[in-house]
């Protein structure tokens, strides 16, 4: 088993997977001021050195365990020699704010910076994931600094966001059935509004569509929408299609006859997105 | 999506998944004399016509569910182009008998025919397995007769048994973490005392090394342990590996370094696995 430096990060379990190593670990976040779990997949060339890694952000409800045990990533992962970081989706505990409904507060942290009590606390994902996680998981484990972002739903919304305003942090960004326009959807307004008050200037920060149409992002994108999703009408993929035509944007967006927006849909396609981003961070 | 007929099973879901489609399945089990609950994925190409199928029998605790989201089965299945057959592990209900103990009763069927009260009216696993569902599944489904059968743990003990049982009925067999010697364990001695009575001949019938001292196996075997598996002492895979090599038994039964009981294993190697029964199934 791998030796990895244990000061800032509690090993919950280490189980051999695909010739790699699963990880569970928890750590104490300062950003969001709290404990966090997240899961990381290492292969077997991370016992050489330093492979780059790319991270899986979930979805509305969801923890760092849903895709780690359902999206059968770790398979693909291992024949690309890349790790996979999968954090959660918000801060936890009885200290954090939440609320009753499934899509706002706890496991539904739309990887923003809150700015709005009584959110403000802790609901700082954007920069737990693009700055102090990155740096923790480097520390301790042989990850290097290419990486790429994908994710599902919620969690390809945090992708796309990301990586469009990180382009010096992301060499690759794909997504599964993303929210790609939260700040015309409501999956988006709620949050948004909840998290970062009512001036809409502060949402289109965390609006991918927005975001591209502003910023612009000068390499491809891998897009995966099913047709059969129950959620399509929230996610909105024709705003995303009109503006990769427009823009002549290199990318693919794939609408997938009959899928559906469940683990099956991700897992049907985790392999095309490994192998997607796995290309451009072994690329020079 | 797939026509099917469905006179005698109600498709609780249908649900798109690697080209082809996922399938819970309800139905009246007369041999168990109750609904049961099954999964099964059928590849792209049943769209053409009947293919052969892989059935998965599950371990201790689980239902149909368990490894049709966690094993990633199906992505392997979609590329050999067979089906996969997700039974549960015992019936189910109010009315059938159950035990406090999670290894006795519901979730712990074993694969046997109980004769014993108060089992014996409900638990007929053996029968179900290897008569009454496959004839439900061919004559509903694009599923052909050539069929392989694989499980893990407890289920890996069921894939063995039916497998030496009924050479006629299965071309291939395989098995991850089985319990292969359960006349010997206690994974084993006591459910086979409760279902079957204190007459030891009879548990032969359901013990793997019994059967195949007994009958032999005239293909081969494919058996994947883990070597840090937790419940390793009482699967007994030293039993197994005796009896292949005093038997001169064609077969691999591979020790894999570091890896415990847990799915993480199972979808490790459940690519070989598939494949290894495709190819023995798709032989002439």
Known sequence: MLKVKTEALEFVSQTRCCGGTQFVCRHRSEVCDT???FAVFLPAEAENGPV???WYLSGLTCTHENAMVK?????HAAQAGIALVFPDTSPRGEAVADDEAYDLGQGAGFYVNATRPPWRDHYQMYDYITRELPALVRSALPIGAAQGVTGHSMGGHGALIL???????????????PIVNPTRSDWGRKQLSAYLGDDEAQWALYDACALLAERGW???ILID????DQFIDLLRPEAMAKLLAERRQPGVLRMQKGYDHSYFFVASFAGEHVKWHAERLMAA
């Open 225 to 228: 929408q099913g047709t059969d």
């Open 35 to 37: 404990d966090m779990t």
């Open 163 to 177: 990586a469009f305003r990180n382009p010096d942090l992301y060499r690759s960004v794909s997504a599964f059935a």
């Open 218 to 220: 000068d390499r491809d």
């Open 71 to 75: 999206a059968g990533l770790q398979a």
């Open 52 to 54: 780059p890694a790319l």
